[in-house]
């Protein structure tokens, strides 16, 4: 299997699964049993309730959107409440990423964005080519991003962890003033697929803050095996603040 089928096979999964998910939080207001107003009741209570998401995360959603998939699934079936196509199709054609390849195997020094510019003198102005961030990852997957020594090249400012909760970077940032008081965002970042795993907003510049942010990570994404921490511009504050 090429690695466009298995991310077709991925993607079809995913948008099984939201279907589903869609279908059993919409299946007793989608009686056709029921009265305008019965079901109006069931989809107001659905839509102030947070329900645990198809991929775990706690999620809610709006009366329209509720309202939406029933209509959709009274229109089309189960096929109706997936997502559409757009999120199944890979934003880069396979023949595209085939030819990236080989134009890495053909000279392995080649980095990611030379190859996206021969990419686009070959593509021509008028056909969108994949970003140089985007062939980083796919020679990464084809494990064509290595040395004739075999071994990983060497890193040089940005870097990148190989899987998620691998490495998570924790800082604060300056916010505006709320209440004539200064705000701090504390927040955590996943150094491979760069999300925010965890953040929160607060008044002080502290540690205490930074580990409610730390919490909020862990509580949705579990433990990361490192987390990197710049502590040089927190005061330490006691427990109790």
Do not use: C
């Amino acid at each position: 299997m090429t690695e466009h089928e298995r991310d077709s096979d991925r993607r079809a999964g995913k948008a099984r699964d939201i279907a589903l998910f869609r279908y059993a939080l919409i299946r007793s207001a989608a009686d056709p049993a029921l009265s305008s107003k019965q079901r109006g009741v069931l989809v107001r209570a659905l839509a102030q309730a947070e329900h645990t998401g198809p991929f775990g995360r706690p999620v809610r959603y709006s009366r329209e959107s509720l309202d939406r998939w029933i209509r959709a699934w009274r229109a089309g079936g189960f096929e109706a409440l997936q997502p559409t196509a757009r999120y199944l199709e890979p934003r880069t054609e396979a023949a595209v990423l085939e030819l990236a390849a080989a134009l890495k195997r053909e000279v392995p020094a080649r980095t990611a964005a030379q190859v996206a510019a021969i990419l686009t003198a070959h593509a021509g102005p008028n056909r969108a080519t994949p970003s140089a961030r985007t062939l980083q990852r796919h020679f990464a997957r084809l494990e064509l991003n290595t040395r004739p020594d075999g071994r990983p090249p060497r890193a040089f400012g940005r870097f990148e962890a190989e899987a998620s909760n691998d490495r998570w970077t924790g800082d604060a940032l300056h916010g505006p003033a709320v209440g004539g008081r200064k705000t701090y965002l504390f927040a955590f970042i996943d150094d491979h697929s760069r999300a925010l795993v965890g953040y929160r907003w607060g008044h002080s510049e502290d540690t205490v803050r930074l580990e409610a942010a730390l919490r909020a990570g862990l509580a949705a994404r579990g433990v990361p095996k490192i987390v990197y921490v710049d502590y040089a511009d927190l005061r330490i504050m006691p427990i109790s603040a």
